[in-house]
């Protein structure tokens, strides 16, 4: 695959993305970014999670292997034959 073949991917992956549930998350949660009163649009979360998931292709061609994007609550991550983006709420991570 191109990096090109990576573009209809991250377009399907928004479209099946359910956005309006996060938006709700995050009015439950008064979750805003960047110090603003109130929650992101619709619209604003569509084109971050679209800028973490562009990031995150750009990151596999540079690097090839799997690598991810995040903040904000948005997590998205590229591999071999596709992308993925989820919403954390929260999340741990122990090493030794």
Same mark, same amino acid.
């Given at each position: 695959? @191109?990096?090109?073949?990576?573009?209809? *991917?991250?377009?399907?992956? *928004? #479209?099946?993305?359910?956005f309006h549930k996060v938006?709700?998350?995050?009015?439950?949660?008064?979750?805003?970014?960047?110090? #603003?009163s109130t929650q992101p @649009?619709? &619209?604003?979360?569509?084109?971050?999670?679209?800028? &973490?998931?562009? +990031? !995150?292709?750009?990151?596999?061609?540079?690097? +090839?292997?799997?690598?991810? #994007? =995040? #903040? $904000?609550?948005? =997590?998205?991550? !590229?591999?071999? &034959? $596709?992308?993925? *983006? =989820?919403?954390?709420?929260?999340?741990?991570?122990?090493? +030794?």
């Open positions: 695959m @191109t990096i090109d073949d990576y573009q209809p *991917l991250i377009e399907d992956c *928004l #479209s099946q993305f359910n938006r709700r998350v995050m009015e439950f949660l008064e979750w805003t970014w960047n110090n #603003s @649009t619709i &619209h604003q979360l569509e084109d971050e999670a679209r800028r &973490h998931l562009a +990031k !995150a292709v750009e990151y596999y061609f540079a690097y +090839k292997e799997g690598q991810y #994007s =995040s #903040s $904000g609550g948005f =997590s998205a991550y !590229a591999y071999e &034959h $596709g992308v993925s *983006l =989820s919403f954390n709420v929260e999340e741990v991570n122990v090493e +030794k």
